[in-house]
């Protein structure tokens, strides 16, 4: 497994911006797909974004497509999750995940999880 420390959460002004980042402390960062998952009080938890092993692949919730942007950088194995024009709607818990070896919208097929990082945007 992979150790996940999400970043970058805080508090937002409605059409504002943050970036989130997600830090792999283990091996093989490369060897690992990527998601960012969310989950608000009393909502189960909802897919965000993915990314493959090199990046070549994404995947996002149509909730958030064309406000999110998902990248990687392998040599600093670390995911990031930008996100802009942001919403109410948007206020979670984020978490990162990995999982070999692609994309996957499915929470359970991801071995491994940070522990969160809060995210709230005022209106």
């Known amino acids: 497994q992979v150790q996940l420390v999400e970043s970058g959460g805080g508090l937002v002004q409605v059409g504002g911006s943050l970036r989130l980042s997600c830090a792999a402390s283990g091996r093989a960062f490369s060897s690992y797909g990527m998601g960012w998952f969310r989950q608000a009080p009393g909502k189960e938890r909802e897919f965000v974004a993915a990314?493959?092993?090199?990046?070549?692949?994404?995947d996002y919730a149509d909730s958030v497509k064309g406000r999110c942007t998902i990248s990687r950088d392998n040599a600093k194995a670390t995911v990031y999750l930008q996100m802009n024009s942001l919403k109410p709607e948007d206020t979670a818990v984020y978490y990162c995940a990995a999982r070999h070896t692609g994309t996957s919208r499915i929470g359970a097929t991801y071995d491994s999880w940070g522990q969160g990082t809060q995210v709230t945007v005022s209106s």
């Open positions: 990314i493959s092993r090199y990046g070549s692949s994404k």
